[in-house]
């Protein structure tokens, strides 16, 4: 194959730098892989090549308009290109830049300390392939906005919903020792949405209630069928939404529930975010209280993004603290986040608290965090979510997580 039919099959990879010499690198380091071309301002004379981007490189400190001024351009672009940010600022001010990007709906960034060597500019290229786009509370904002609470009761009342479930794995037993239950909508018109397109408009609704019921009885179906199939034994978790703790009745009607199709309460658990659980409401402590009463385990879901943690921690209101995704997708090149994460660890392990991380997406984490005293990991290294006949087979075939790229689902 001769190089200009090579070029027009590779992936288009735009640099916009001033800095010719590391233009020159990146072109030198990528070429086999990627089809280059280069920009020395923010404004690059070629238009086209910015709309055809698949993945910009983009440096920060540049003369006229700058990159960060800059990334507000790219993220109006359609469809949106992937975003490596590479500069010599200091680690906090690229993060910044990086968190403004996410915020500007450039879900797939990656962040780059120059100088930056071979080996790290490739493998932040791959990691930035495998990325996957998340669904942005803009876009899906779009959607959310036409879809009210009552829509989604009448969905659930005809039967359009449906859970996933992704593994939990004990990183010293290296089995799978819970699930998490994860609402899909099959929607007549809009297709299959996930919970970023529709939670929303429902968890501060007065229909909370009654759709986290309804999740709860289909999830202990599930795993009362899954128990029978393949054996699974662990605990299977669904989330709950701070407010549906305002109601005096839940505890009651999720343990008749338990009862009526034979699971035992230790083995199921409410995730509650800890955003929104500020509220002072003698209620919520009491529902909280109910629930552990009867043997049902609490999990704070989201750990670390959400303002009462500390308190949370301190009261002991919780058996288990799940670390938010965003500390440990970069927990192996953050040194901050990696602080975060052992402190988080620390804490829990003064007060008997399980520690889960959440997110996991290759193996460099997963060390990293067995390292660091995790209990439990959830991510799509080991597994994304399944639906449940699925999740049997997975479980059958589970290796182990020393094993775990084979394990790889989806
Ligand atoms: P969550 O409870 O924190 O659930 C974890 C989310 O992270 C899931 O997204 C899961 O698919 C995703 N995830 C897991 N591992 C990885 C990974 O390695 N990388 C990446 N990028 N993502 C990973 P999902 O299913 O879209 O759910 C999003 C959120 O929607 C959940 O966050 C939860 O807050 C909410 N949600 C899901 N199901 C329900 C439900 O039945 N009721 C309520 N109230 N909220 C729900
Ligand atoms: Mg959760
Ligand atoms: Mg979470």
């Known amino acids: 194959m001769n190089d200009s039919n090579n070029a027009s099959i590779l992936p288009l990879l735009l640099v916009i730098d001033d800095d010719e010499f590391f ?48 990334i507000k351009t790219i993220a109006s672009l359609n469809p949106k290109p992937k975003l490596l940010i590479a500069s010599g600022y200091d ?13 500007y709906g450039l879900t797939q960034t990656i962040v780059l300390q120059k100088p930056v060597s ?91 209630i009654e759709f986290t019921l309804m999740i709860a009885d289909l999830a202990i179906q599930d795993t009362v069928q899954m128990t029978h199939k393949c054996g699974f034994m662990g605990k299977v978790s669904i989330n709950v939404p701070p407010k549906v703790l305002l109601s005096e009745s839940f505890t009651d009607r999720l343990c008749d529930m338990l009862r009526t199709r034979g699971l035992a309460p230790d083995r199921f658990q409410c995730e509650i975010t800890e955003r929104g659980l500020e509220s002072q409401d003698p209620q919520v402590s009491a529902t909280m209280a109910r629930l552990r009463m009867k043997g049902i385990q609490l999990s704070i879901d989201d750990f670390g993004v959400g303002q009462s943690g500390l308190s949370k921690i301190k009261t002991r209101a919780f058996d288990e603290i799940k670390i938010d995704r965003s500390f440990i997708s970069d927990l192996t090149s953050s040194l901050d986040s990696r602080s975060i994460v052992e402190s988080i660890i620390h804490l829990a392990s003064l007060v008997g608290m399980r520690v889960v991380a959440e997110g996991i997406e290759d ?44 394990a790889v689902v989806g």
């Open 23 to 70: 233009q020159a690198q990146v072109k030198l380091f990528v070429e086999d892989t990627y089809a280059v071309t280069q920009s020395l301002s923010a404004l690059p004379a070629d238009a086209q090549s910015l709309l055809q981007a698949d993945t910009i490189v983009l440096d920060l400190n540049m003369p006229g308009v700058d990159g960060v001024s800059f």
């Open 91 to 103: 680690n906090s001010i690229i993060e910044l830049a990086r968190s403004a990007a996410e915020l």
């Open 118 to 208: 071979k080996d790290q500019l490739l493998e932040a290229l791959v990691a930035l392939e495998f990325s996957n786009a998340r669904i942005t509370d803009a876009s899906a904002g779009q959607v959310s906005d036409n879809i009210s609470s009552n829509d989604i009761i009448k969905g659930s009342q005809a039967g359009e919903f449906l859970l996933f479930y992704q593994p939990q794995i004990s990183l010293k037993s290296e089995t799978v020792v819970g699930i998490e239950a994860l609402v899909r909508w099959d929607h007549p018109q809009l297709g299959r949405l996930s919970p970023a397109y529709f939670i929303h408009s429902l968890e501060d609704s007065a229909e909370a």
């Open 363 to 406: 193996n460099p984490t997963l060390l990293l965090t067995k390292r660091l005293g995790v209990a439990n990991v959830q991510g799509y290294y080991c597994a994304r979510p399944m639906p449940k006949d699925e999740f049997c087979s997975w479980m059958l075939n589970w290796p182990g997580c020393g094993k775990a790229s084979k």
